[in-house]
């Protein structure tokens, strides 16, 4: 595309005093993809300070990662976090979110921000597991793409215990 500039951006966790980004961002992810994350827009809306404080410094616990990407402008334009939820499951990437204006492969913001998932959980363990809505397929694409595999494992969706999630893997080693 003639003319179209692509945004710079940086990756960095995110830190306690960025709690009120980190609001702001998880409102429009809910808000464009609700399907995608285990909480209503009603919940989001609900919490204080002190819980979004709590996730904002997420980005520096230990076994636990949130990282952000940041455009040259200011605007937070992506997230993707993880955990360690038991031993058995490893590392887990959670709360994975790129605005409209950034997706796709062109801009790399998704790349940039698993690259430092990966890097992270390679450190927790040798493989990487997610949790996808079976209905997300722009989702289940981007990150088959990135080569993660569906495994056999379903689970239950949070918020509709009638609906389901995939669980997909990528083995890091």
């Given at each position: 595309m003639v003319g179209v500039s692509i945004p710079t951006f940086e990756i960095r966790p995110a830190i306690d005093s960025d709690w009120r980004e980190v609001r702001e961002l998880r409102l429009e992810?809910?808000?464009?993809?609700?399907?995608?994350?285990?909480?209503?827009?009603?919940?989001?809306?609900?919490?204080?300070?002190?819980?979004?404080?709590?996730?904002?410094?997420?980005?520096?616990?230990?076994?636990?990662?949130?990282?952000?990407?940041?455009?040259?402008?200011?605007?937070?334009?992506?997230?993707?976090?993880?955990?360690?939820?038991?031993?058995?499951?490893?590392?887990?990437?959670?709360?994975?979110?790129?605005?409209?204006?950034?997706?796709?492969?062109?801009?790399?913001?998704?790349?940039?921000?698993?690259?430092?998932?990966?890097?992270?959980?390679?450190?927790?363990?040798?493989?990487?597991?997610l949790h996808v809505h079976e209905d997300n397929i722009r989702a289940r694409t981007a990150y088959k793409r990135r080569g993660f595999l569906a495994t056999d494992r379903t689970f239950p969706y949070a918020l509709d215990p009638l609906q389901k999630e995939w669980e997909m893997v990528k083995e890091l080693r």
């Open positions: 992810m809910i808000r464009d993809t609700p399907l995608a994350f285990a909480e209503s827009l009603e919940d989001a809306l609900a919490h204080g300070e002190a819980e979004w404080r709590l996730r904002a410094r997420r980005g520096t616990g230990d076994h636990g990662i949130a990282v952000v990407a940041i455009s040259d402008s200011g605007r937070w334009v992506g997230t993707m976090g993880g955990f360690v939820p038991d031993p058995i499951t490893g590392p887990l990437l959670v709360g994975v979110f790129v605005t409209p204006e950034v997706r796709g492969a062109r801009a790399g913001v998704t790349d940039a921000l698993l690259a430092r998932i990966e890097e992270w959980a390679r450190a927790e363990g040798g493989r990487l597991t």
